[in-house]
């Protein structure tokens, strides 16, 4: 109850700060926080700093593999996609959003503790090449708040809503900002060959496959689209494996669009 008390309160705080208070945080009215500090801090998380879980799976680095990565979530369709990758002892990177942190507290933990990864996809979606350093200090580091305060993990990598960015903003955004080499373009399509057609005519190793865990149609089109990429052989791994595996490293303030050899 403390931890959920504290998601709200920072949540409310970030959106206040913004001068736009989410709609998406409900139940707040109670809450009164000072509104002339536009500053926030945030206790220590309420449990122990959680690393990510140690893979059960073995990852051979001589193949191909791939990071699917998911943006926009959590939402009702991230539990389907979870079980299908659980099925196929596969995993995935969710970049999230910190106003969908509250209430999604439960399949957050579920993403880390299956040994998929979180990164950060700003507070509320913002094109950050048109909003200031103080409020873009807060979408991104406010959705690290949230999101350590719910899981006890810190996300490591961050992506730019839109992909939109300038090699100024990435070194104000102060972590490894992470692109994509297949767009998926599922939130356009919301169709099911279509997505899947545009992973299996262009995949290759090293790829970085945007989706969004927002629609049913990505869901169907992952439960078709997963099993046949191991079937040709692919590792599906998170952004952080598919870089340790590659002998890669991050960098903040850099951008990555795929891991090829
Ligand atoms: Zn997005």
Do not use: C
């Amino acid at each position: 109850m403390v931890k959920k008390l504290l998601i709200i309160t920072l949540a409310f705080m970030i959106a206040l700060s913004m001068g736009t208070v989410s709609a998406n945080v409900e139940n707040i009215q109670y809450l009164k926080p000072n509104q002339g500090n536009k500053q926030y801090t945030v206790a220590e998380a309420p449990r122990p700093i959680k690393e990510e879980k140690a893979s059960q799976r073995v990852i051979n680095p001589n193949k191909p593999m791939i990071a699917i990565t998911y943006d926009d979530g959590p939402s009702q369709y991230t539990s389907r996609i979870l079980d299908i990758l659980k099925e196929n002892n596969s995993v995935a990177t969710f970049f999230v959003l910190g106003q969908r942190v509250y209430n999604n507290e439960g399949i957050l933990n579920r993403i880390i503790d299956e040994g998929s990864q979180i990164g950060n996809h700003t507070y509320n979606h913002k094109n950050l090449t048109t909003i200031s350093d103080e409020e873009l200090y807060r979408q991104v580091q406010g959705t690290d708040d949230l999101i350590r305060i719910a899981t006890g993990y810190t996300p490591a990598v961050m992506r730019p809503p839109y992909g939109s960015t300038t090699g100024d903003l990435n070194k104000k955004i102060q972590r490894p900002v992470i692109k994509w080499s297949i767009d998926t373009r599922d939130w356009e399509s919301r169709n099911v060959e279509m997505i899947k057609n545009s992973i299996l005519d262009y995949v290759k190793d090293g790829d970085i496959i945007l989706m969004h865990d927002m629609y049913d149609s990505t869901a169907e089109a992952s439960k078709i689209v997963i099993p046949e990429l191991i079937n040709r052989g692919y590792q599906l791994v998170t952004i952080n494996e598919l870089v340790e595996y590659r002998d890669g490293i991050l960098i903040a303030g850099e951008q990555y669009y795929n891991m090829y050899k």
